[in-house]
């Protein structure tokens, strides 16, 4: 079977080296060169299955500069195989460039975080958007969540980060559940489903480590209309809580933004 000038997009192992697929297994062998991130870690997945193909080194540095090679490559009849350092590729890695050109592309099924994550976590619906890592600046993220509330958000998270996103996640969508799934497939494997605050708690007394899928999952039960918010309120106001106090107890009970409902708190009842 002739596989000459095809760019093959090959999914890798997330963790453990078991999970290749014999087809990929197959193109690897059978290829003229392997286009990966980092040659290190694709060599040592070679030396695992006994495979000599030659690694031409390509990452976000080198990507622009080596699409035209590997173009060119393609273009004189050569078949190549793309690699990530772990997982399918093109979904946070290098590869666009080369799919900008007019080549011949046959995508392999295989390993994937994002859908090893989801699949293991037990969520309200079948809706999800995914999105790399959640934009950097608060007011993008802010309206990111927003955006996509009532859905399943899928996100990369740093370990020395993850604290932090989840206090700001909390801040703006509430006390919901999330799942965070690290270091899939690992030794070291964790999934822990639980409200955000705590999550906090735990994470803040055990620093988390290792590769982080985080799935913020969408809203329970449809938000409630303002009205019930607010005669929630007056009644929590006769009992005598402040209007910090309401708005905490609201948002807990509603899943509902704590800054939402301060405002609504504010200007509507001014208490």
Excluded at 21 to 30: A, D, G, N
Excluded at 63 to 76: A, W
Excluded at 87 to 111: A, M, Q, W, Y
């Amino acid at each position: 079977m002739s596989i000459k000038g095809t760019l093959y997009i090959c999914p890798t192992p997330i963790g453990n080296l078991e999970d290749i697929t014999l087809r990929v297994l197959r193109v690897l062998k059978e290829v003229d060169f392997i286009a990966c991130e980092d040659t290190r870690v694709t060599q040592k997945l070679l030396n695992r299955y006994e495979i000599n193909t030659k690694l031409i080194s390509y990452h976000k540095f080198s990507e622009k500069e080596k699409s035209n090679y590997i173009v060119q490559l393609l273009n004189e009849g050569k078949s190549i195989a793309l690699v990530s350092d772990a997982g399918t590729p093109l979904i946070s890695d290098p590869g666009i460039e080369l799919l900008k050109h007019d080549i011949n592309v046959i995508p392999l099924p295989g390993p994937s975080s994002v859908i090893t994550a989801l699949s293991a976590t037990p969520r309200n619906g079948t809706d999800f958007v995914f999105i790399g890592f959640l934009p950097k600046t608060k007011k993008a993220k802010e309206d990111f969540l927003r955006k996509y509330s009532d859905i399943d958000i899928v996100a990369f998270e740093s370990p020395n980060r993850l604290v932090k996103s989840l206090q700001e996640i909390l801040e703006v969508l509430g006390n919901r559940k999330v799942t965070i799934a690290r270091e899939l497939t690992k030794i070291y494997e964790e999934i822990k489903t639980d409200l955000i605050d705590n999550l906090i708690a735990y994470y803040s007394q055990n620093p988390p480590k290792g590769e982080i899928v985080l799935i913020i999952h969408g809203m329970e039960e449809k938000k409630p209309e303002q009205k019930e918010i607010i005669e929630k309120a007056l009644l929590l106001k006769k009992e005598g809580y402040s209007s910090k106090d309401i708005s905490k107890i609201i948002s807990l009970l509603y899943q509902y933004p704590k800054k939402e409902v301060y405002n609504i708190v504010l200007n509507l009842i001014g208490v």
